[in-house]
């Protein structure tokens, strides 16, 4: 094998790993905004209102994971050179904060 051919699988290895690595961020942040989505619904259904309060720390706290997963995904689409975002802002909406 000479030197290019392995210069060339070593890029397209690379290639792999870094889009490998940006579907791994986007199913976190799928997994993140999903959970948030349940506990939404959860806080609508909830009729007492301690429950009810409980829910909304829980979702507070799951809507930070979900906005740091976001984070991780625009972190790994910059470093394989994607500058916009606004695909991700449209595919992945920040929840709501809820009261």
Do not use: C, S, W
């Not at 995904?73 to 975002?85: D, K, N, P």
């Amino acid at each position: 094998m000479t030197r290019q051919e392995t210069f060339k699988k070593i890029e397209e290895e690379i290639v792999r790993e870094k889009a490998a690595t940006l579907g791994r961020a986007g199913e976190r942040l799928e997994a993140a905004l999903a959970e948030v989505a349940a506990l939404g619904a959860a806080i609508d259904r909830e009729a007492d209102p301690r429950r009810r309060a409980g829910l909304l720390v829980e979702y507070e706290a799951a809507r930070r994971q979900a906005a740091n997963a976001r984070q991780i995904l625009v972190i790994q689409r910059e470093a394989i050179g994607l500058r916009q975002h606004r695909d991700v802002d449209r595919q992945f909406p920040e929840p709501p904060v809820r009261r």
